[in-house]
């Protein structure tokens, strides 16, 4: 069974940084996908980042040149460095592995990031 455990989440000014971790227990596939989502108050969940194994990564436009998405395979470790934080990035961010193959995805249970002065 696969389990997400985020951390680093906290209350950061703008123009600051914070840096999430999520660790994966269980067994992971070669091509399952890492990603981060966020979940704004009153808003629905966004994907934020993914990362497959080989280092693909894709981003949503507002974090771009912003937030780099990275992971370490032997340590089962997915990372979200998060940089020039804004107020809009405030939300509970949630790991998220996709198993393509079963078309499966596996949460973590969220960690709060509050971005404000």
């Known amino acids: 069974q696969v389990q997400l455990v985020e951390s680093g989440g906290g209350l950061v000014q703008p123009g600051g940084s914070l840096r999430l971790s999520c660790a994966v227990s269980g067994s992971i596939f070669s091509n399952d996908v890492m990603g981060w989502y966020r979940q704004a108050p009153g808003k629905e969940r966004e994907l934020v980042a993914t990362i497959t194994r080989d280092g693909t990564t894709k981003y949503l436009d507002s974090v771009k040149d912003r937030f780099t998405i990275s992971r370490d395979n032997g340590k089962n470790t997915v990372y979200l460095q998060m940089s020039s934080l804004k107020p809009d990035d405030t939300a509970v961010y949630y790991c998220?592995?996709?198993?393509?193959?079963?078309?499966?995805?596996?949460w973590g249970t969220g960690i709060r990031v509050t971005v404000s002065s």
């Open positions: 998220n592995l996709y198993r393509t193959t079963y078309g499966m995805n596996y």
